[in-house]
């Protein structure tokens, strides 16, 4: 797994309690991997269909930078899953995993799913371009 994004917990991310809100932490999750998907497959018109599993581990807290971990899990006809592993970039403790999110690649007139044209084995050979 590769961790690819950075974010760094402010104020207006915390709770009552003063962690990282679970809510925010769910919002970065669907965005980066999105993101993730969308790179992947070299494709913009995606929607979120599933999200799995979610387990919270451990809590954040203000000016705690989290890094988020990407890998495919499947790949479909008109479909890719990816999970995401999000982690305290200081501590390496995992904060949270969302297990099995599922985007389908659609036709941004219609809105009906369209396959994507990519394999997981073409996905795997993929080499990721790091800055």
């Not at 809510?23 to 995606?46: N, P």
């Amino acid at each position: 797994m590769r961790f690819l994004s950075r974010r760094l917990v402010m104020p207006n991310d915390l709770n009552f309690a003063g962690s990282l809100f679970g809510g925010r932490i769910l919002e970065w999750i669907d965005e980066e991997a999105y993101i993730f998907a969308s790179c992947q497959l070299e494709a913009k018109s995606l929607v979120t269909k599933h999200i799995g599993a979610i387990t919270f581990e451990a809590s954040a807290f203000q000016g705690d930078v989290v890094e988020f971990g990407l890998a495919i899990k499947h790949v479909g006809n008109s479909s890719i899953s990816v999970t995401c592993v999000v982690r305290n970039k200081g501590t390496k403790q995992n904060i949270c995993t969302a297990d099995d999110i599922v985007f389908v690649h659609i036709d941004s007139e219609t809105r009906k799913p369209l396959p994507h044209g990519k394999t997981k084995e073409q996905l795997d050979e993929m080499k990721f371009e790091l800055p």
